[in-house]
């Protein structure tokens, strides 16, 4: 199974960060809202290392998209996945299969938790956020 190095990866992210400030004309600060560029950015990104991939392994092929929602500490997220011909592809930026949230959605509910939120303001601004919520408990 062909993949690509952190190295590539890095130089991929940083690629399209800077092709995708070009094209929108944004400064790229640290926790801005951007909702939509940050949807466009991860699937760019994503696009950039599947060709990356693609090019260390000649006898795959690309073989369109799925979609995948991801919750974070800025909203839920809509990505479109690439794939590869064989499914050996896995994007390193996205969380692992099965996995619908990123850190920054944890870590949010704990800073909502840890300032005193009640249960129904905490569901409040989860919704207002377009976040899921369950009160279930793995056990």
């Known amino acids: 199974m062909a993949s690509i190095s ?10 399209t960060f800077k092709q995708l400030s070009l094209q929108y004309n944004i400064d790229l600060q640290p926790g801005s809202p951007l909702r939509l560029f940050l949807e466009a950015a991860i699937n760019a990104i994503m696009r950039g290392e599947r060709d990356v991939f693609l090019s260390n392994d000649p006898d795959n092929k690309a073989n369109g998209f799925y979609s995948r929602f991801l919750d974070t500490a800025m909203g839920k997220l809509n990505l479109s996945v690439p794939r590869d011909r064989n499914s050996n592809f896995r994007p390193q930026i996205i969380p692992g299969k099965y996995i619908r949230n990123d850190a920054s959605y944890s870590n949010l509910l704990q800073s909502l938790l840890v300032n005193g939120y009640s249960d129904s ?10 976040l899921s919520y369950s009160q279930k408990v793995k056990t």
């Open 6 to 15: 952190n190295e590539q990866f890095r130089q991929v992210v940083e690629d």
């Open 121 to 130: 303001s905490l569901r409040n601004t989860l919704k207002a956020l377009g």
